[in-house]
């Protein structure tokens, strides 16, 4: 029984009730649409593997917390034709944002990110079960 997968189930439930909206009220449209995330919770790290197809590196937003990552982009280009007659400009745009909870705590300043060809992929090292996360204090 994964419990993301349930969550992606009641959550499409939703979206057809509501005629394709999400929770958050966007329609996904070409102009915003959830990418495809696969997290993978591994020994020692969790691995998050995200399909950002017609980004550029620079169009994205990452951010690491300790029990959740909010991946954020947006995108606008535009192309103008200007010929002997006419004028044409054209423009496109698409923005999303995701949260995603992690199922273990992470360590955010050891995330390492890399995005090649669309593919957006996030390592961060697990925080070590048992570890003290305090440090102590000598009393003077």
């Known amino acids: ?11 499409r439930r ?8 999400s929770l958050g009220g966007y329609r ?8 495809n995330v696969d997290v993978m919770n591994k020994e020692k790290e969790i691995t998050i593997i995200a399909e950002l197809p017609g980004m550029e590196k620079e169009d994205i937003d990452l951010k690491v917390e300790p029990n959740h990552v909010e991946v954020t982009a947006e995108t ?8 002997e007659g006419y004028y044409y400009k054209e423009r496109s745009s698409k923005s999303f944002k995701r949260v995603l909870p ?9 995330a390492k ?12 090292q697990k925080v070590t079960p048992g570890k003290e996360k305090g440090r102590r204090v000598p009393i003077n």
């Open 1 to 11: 029984m994964d419990p993301f997968k349930e969550l992606e189930e009641v959550s």
């Open 14 to 21: 939703m979206q057809n009730m509501f005629g394709g909206t």
């Open 28 to 35: 996904e449209t070409e102009d915003y649409q959830r990418p």
């Open 76 to 83: 606008s280009r535009g192309k103008e034709t200007e010929q």
């Open 102 to 110: 992690l199922p273990e705590e992470v360590k955010p300043d050891t």
């Open 113 to 124: 990110a890399t995005y090649k060809n669309g593919v957006l992929e996030v390592t961060i």
